[in-house]
């Protein structure tokens, strides 16, 4: 019996060209794509087993370069380099071509076999760009293949190459190949300088690699001070210590030689990378054609509004308000179908417990305490989530997402932060958790930690019922007007939310993450069409359901607590009471009183359940209940004293104050940090302290 021959394969190319979505055809896995940068962060396996062979094709992160400057770049320099695949298949977008080949021939540099497989071939058509794959071919002395992997097209041809290279009778074709690519386009050649101490390097490379990595690659990331290669190379060959040392000496002493010559490092690394970029432009030059289209106007049309200075933060605004307004009123009916619901099932769960004689010491606070909070968390979180996130997905597909970071890139700038921060700030409308967890994306570590510190500055679905209760009963004014002004006034909220993002991220970077701003290359995807059915999914599985099921976690034991404290009676008062009577000095202070202050540190597990927590305070309930009715709610709030000074302040400390215990979950789970998941609490608390204080303070003296 025929042995099965297997081959692993990896999958690298820019962000955003569809790499994932070929991952995912060749594998039948479902790893989640999108139409913004910096999707993959993680390297993802995936197997197939095609006429006896088996495949294994591993999804290394997208990234613009092998010139490891990033945790992407590095991740993917470390598998292409040092993992030795049996072939390299580069994904390339034919819309843009020759930006895409810079990093091409940056693969063919550090691996032998290498197939390009240039994507989104029907995108490219509709622009009008035709792609001569035979001169491309013969040019760089690689398999050329044009695929659109949406449709599947391509695919027979990939398999039929991937065949030809598990049998082995390509590698004669290969090695010819890579002899011809020395004198052909698919080697790069450097200047004169940086060529001449390649040569040197080169004796030391091949005496310390002995023949087992590309000995020119490993010259030339010498020469760029590639960070971090020496320790990777004694990795993957078990390198002695002073081997690794003997590569880094020899490095250090070409930069040596060519700074007595008057060429800086950055000047090596500057021509270098230039001379990656002018191949490329002359092999596109060479092999693509472009004629204008009806589409590709249409595009630029759309960004010269949706971009511009004038309109581009009006429309951005409005658009999300619209997306938070579909998914305030869209919720409500669901959140009352959930609601009845789980209200029935407590329904039966007591008779049930009644009928069982179980003592009440034990039913009542699991049934009422750990069920009807969790229920509630899930029926007020759910309907919210479930139709915010696919309206946002399908922002991301269109493609209008790094149209938002290009319009908030210079803010994040001055602030001295990264222009990503505005797609994870994005992201925290949904949900801070979702937010935390976008932020992979940004490549810098100090930006990166910014970014989580921040993202509860913005409001979260959690944290729009008490703001939208709030604004329609002390400042929406009477039913006939109160949906436009509930509008402004809510973009006002959010539009504070922004400001204070981009004031403590200024902040913190003068301080105790102090730095420049790093800088990064935002493509501007052409428009698509959305995929509404793998939107939907994406959507409820990689976000709805992952944030749902960490909130109930966290839902559940703080229902027993929530319960106990206001069942268990200490003299005269609950210990809830306790707790209110000692909070109200600092809450009267903030413009607030104790039993608000008591309901938000009630509340750290779901911001859903504040405005309840505040009503079971202030109506001395045993239980936490459901309030419907606006007039009823307001009848409380005045008798207890509530004004619109009071209103502002829990407003503004609904904006700023700690993340959500999901939240701190997440920023933990990502920094593997308490101190960071620390700073992420005391941040924007201390913030909220301080701006509710001042504005109480001041609007107390005002009126006096």
Known sequence: MAKRREMTIALAGNPNVGKSTLFNALTGMHQHTGNWTGKTVSNAKGYCERDGVLYTFVDVPGCYSLMARSPEEEAARDYICFQFPDAVIVVCDGTCLERNLNFVLQVMEAADRVILCINLMDEAEKKGISIDFEVLESMLQIPVIGMTARSGRGMEQLFEVLGKFAEGTGEKDIKEAIVSRKQAFGQIEYPEVIEKEISHLLPVVREVTKGCL????????????????????????????????????????????????????????????????????????????????????????????????????????????????????????????LSNFFGTIEGYLLEWCRRG???????????????????????????????????????????????????????????????????????????????????????????????????????????????????????????????????????????????????????????????????????????????????IIRSILDRTLFVLGRAIVAAAPAGLLIWCAANITVGEQTILMHCAGFLDPLGRFMGMDGVILLAFLLGFPANEIVLPLIFMGYLSLGNLTEFTDLHAISQVLYRNGWTQVTACSVILFSLMHWPCATTCLTIYKETKSKKWTLAAILIPTLAGILCCALFAQITNFVLR
């Open 357 to 535: 004689k179980l003592p009440a010491a034990i039913y009542e606070p699991l049934l009422f305490g750990v069920y009807r909070v969790t229920a509630w968390v899930v029926s007020v979180m759910l309907p919210p989530m479930a139709i915010f996130f696919p309206m946002f997905t399908i922002l991301e597909d269109l493609g209008y997402l790094p149209r938002v970071a290009f319009n908030l890139d210079k803010c994040f700038h001055c602030c001295h932060a990264c222009g990503k921060q505005a797609l994870t700030m994005c992201m925290g409308f949904g949900c801070n958790a979702v937010g935390v967890s976008g932020c992979k994306i940004i490549s810098s570590r100090r930006e990166r930690l910014i970014a989580m510190l921040t993202n509860c500055f913005v409001p979260c679905n959690g944290k729009f019922p008490t703001i939208l209760v709030i604004l329609t009963i002390f400042f929406a004014g009477n039913q006939a007007v109160s949906d436009w002004k509930l509008a402004l006034l809510l973009t006002g909220v959010i539009t504070l939310g922004i400001g204070m993002t981009f004031l403590v991220s200024k902040i913190l970077s003068g301080t105790i993450l102090k730095g420049e701003p790093s800088t990064f290359l935002l493509e501007l995807p052409p428009y698509r069409r959305p995929q509404i059915g793998k939107v």
């Open 214 to 337: 590309k000995e020119r690659w490993v010259a030339a990331r010498l020469m760029d001070q590639d960070p971090g290669l020496c320790q990777a190379i004694m990795d993957c060959l078990n390198l002695e210590f002073s081997e690794a040392m003997q590569l880094k000496k020899a490095g250090m002493q070409a930069e040596n030689r060519m700074k007595e010559t008057g060429q800086r490092l950055e000047d090596t690394r500057e021509q270098m990378a230039e001379a990656f970029v002018r191949r490329a432009e002359e092999i596109a030059e060479k092999v693509v054609s472009t004629k204008e289209d009806t589409g590709k106007k249409k595009g630029r049309m759309a960004d010269q509004i949706l971009t511009s200075k004038l309109m581009g933060f009006p429309v951005m605004i409005l658009l999300l308000l619209v997306i938070f307004w579909l998914t305030i009123k869209g919720a409500n009916y669901p959140s009352e179908v």
